[in-house]
């Protein structure tokens, strides 16, 4: 046989069997004594392929499990990404985002800088992020997250939200007036909304706005409403959440919810040289003055709570108070609330629970940085009030809505200050990321589900307190106050504490809640199929009020 020729298929067989072993091993492994020894392989019996073991049915169902948990996640239909028209309304970009980038003189970025920023979410490269140019030592907070992917729950991209009000609408306007507001209260204490004439001007100006979507009363705002979220419960009882105010049992230790704050009228940027140089990205020209440990019982207090807080830490802190009531606070469909012999830990025990409100703020943050960055990339309150000074000042023609103008909180900011800039908490000002939508409130929507979907929103919360002025002591509460109405109020208080601060709109943290309770619910979706035991699935009260069961 010429070795360059194609063997036929005679030529083929006539090797094969020569050599018996290699044709058993080429035909499928079997052997010479399995092929009876007869001449010609007569009497050929097939070896039967051996069953899996245990590892590889185990090793297969895994895969199953993460492969229907993909699909799953594929098949969502894909959303659309409204967004409102100010980026491509403005040709000096007024109405967008700039901070950290270099501005001009009166406070406007530079074109070109700001199309180079908008150039690196279209090419998506490192080296056109790097190219992004920024007019002072602050950068750009961890744009590239927005690209981040992740293997559980869903895509970040694929949540979507509303478009975010316009600059030159009245929705926006009425937002900045009660953002000045909570500015011009924030010294107040909480117990004193009642009967404080600062608190009874805010609510009035509030109610009389054209287009102001907070909490109301009877068609207007009041003392008991002002400056909350509006969320189911909220409203009963104090204004901060008991999980902000009671003893933490951690580990072998137990912390006092005492926390460092700032001195009254410790106010930042007012003037006009000291905002521009912190819309360049400049470094602080100011420090706080540091006061405290009080418990929160202001709304400075609150804003610097949410100042130095990290990512999931309300949330974490309200897990192990919940974990403390034992047995009795668990959720209705928890299943170890009906088995007798054991108790839950790595499945739905503290180890369950305290991993799942971790890893859902950091999925509940790429989602919050996608629409930030690549989709609304909405200006802060400290820009907007610098436009409001400078129609004020310089007659400049920009679209502020007259309800801010005609705004009774406004004289008082122009009295106190000289200027109609907003007065911030934080000496920094502002974070070098977008506005729309809120971290902190995208975080407590997603940690604050998670919590819900473990425990029963009925259980009334034993020995319920309150701060007094001062924040010096925590005073009974005579009320009934129920884990689900204390765990949306604490979302509440954690982004909207950020509005305090001058940071956020309203809007960025209604919109940010809706967002964060969304990932949860599709990350405990994915969860619901890993655990072995009996369990109807986790059921929790939305922020909407409707009820539902994952």
Known sequence: MNPDSPATPLQRRSFLSTMPALGAILAGGVTVAEAGGAAGGKGVRRRRPAPPS??????????????????????????????????TLYPNFIGSFSKALPHNSVGEVDGNAYRLYQQAFVAKTQAAFNAIPIGGVARLANPQASLAFSIEGGDSH????PAAPALASAWTAGEMVEVYWRAWTRDVPFTDYGTSPAIAAAAADLSGLPDFRGPKDGGAVTPGTIFRGGLPGEETGPFVSQFLWKDIPFGAMTITQRYRTTAENDNHATTFAHWLHLQNGGAPLTSATPDGPF?????????EYVHYDFSYQAFLNAALILLSYGGAALDENHPYRSISNQGGFVTF???????????????????AWYQKWLVHRRLRPEAYAGLVHRVIED?????????????????????????????LAYPEGCPTHPAYPGGHATISGACVTVLKAFFKESFEIPAPVQADALGDQLLAYPGA??????????????????????????????????????????????????????????????????????
């Open 54 to 87: 245990a590892a590889e049915v185990r090793r297969t169902h895994a895969y199953n499990k993460r492969l229907a948990a993909a699909i799953q996640q594929r098949n969502v239909p894909l959303p659309a990404h409204p967004v409102n028209p100010d980026e």
């Open 158 to 161: 694929h949540f979507t939200m």
């Open 295 to 303: 418990y929160i019982a202001s709304g400075r207090d609150l804003a």
């Open 349 to 367: 025990g503290a180890a369950h629970l305290l991993d799942l409100v971790a890893r859902v703020a950091n999925e509940a943050l790429k989602a």
């Open 395 to 423: 007659n400049a023609a920009y679209p502020v809505h007259e309800s801010v103008l005609d705004s009774a909180v406004l004289p008082l900011i122009q009295g106190a200050y000289g200027t109609s800039l907003l007065p």
């Open 481 to 550: 106050l129920t884990v689900g109405g204390e765990l949306n109020k604490l979302a509440s208080n954690v982004g909207y504490g950020r509005d305090t601060a001058g940071v956020h709109w309203r809007s960025d943290e209604s919109t940010a809640l809706a967002l964060g309770e969304e990932v949860a619910i599709r990350l405990l979706r994915d969860h619901k199929t890993l655990t072995h035991e009996s369990f109807a699935g986790f059921s929790l009260t939305k922020f909407d009020g409707t009820t539902i069961t994952i």
